[in-house]
């Protein structure tokens, strides 16, 4: 079993930025692929960016050039550096883990809204 906790959603202007993180605990040694989806009201969800073992990305085309997925083995930690964010960037953002045995795991979102 994997828990996630998200930290740094909030309220941001358009064309500021912000860091999203995501630390894990529990069975981490499984972990293959940390990333991060999100789901707009009405919306389905869908990837943003994840990030493998080896630190191989791979990144929505809606946010590329302004959103950066990044990890941290040691703290078992996921980030998501958001610049120049757009209002339609705005969504309840999930961090998302796999482990090696294709499980999933979820973080409770967290709210992120692009003020223009």
């Known amino acids: 079993q994997v828990r996630l906790v998200e930290s740094g959603g909030g309220l941001v202007q358009a064309g500021g930025s912000l860091r999203l993180s995501c630390t894990a605990s529990?069975?981490?040694?499984?972990?293959?692929?940390m990333g991060w989806f999100r789901q707009a009201p009405g919306k389905q969800r869908e990837l943003v960016a994840r990030?493998?073992?080896?630190?191989?990305?791979n990144t929505a085309d809606s946010v590329k050039g302004r959103f950066a997925i990044s990890r941290d083995n040691a703290k078992k930690t996921v980030y998501l550096q958001m610049n120049s964010p757009k209002p339609e960037d705005t969504a309840v953002y999930y961090c998302?883990?796999?482990?090696?045995?294709?499980?999933?795991?979820w973080g409770q979102g967290t709210q992120v809204t692009v003020s223009s």
């Open positions: 998302n883990v796999e482990d090696i045995l294709s499980r999933n795991y």
């Open positions: 529990g069975s981490t040694l499984l972990i293959k692929t």
């Open positions: 990030i493998s073992s080896t630190g191989s990305t």
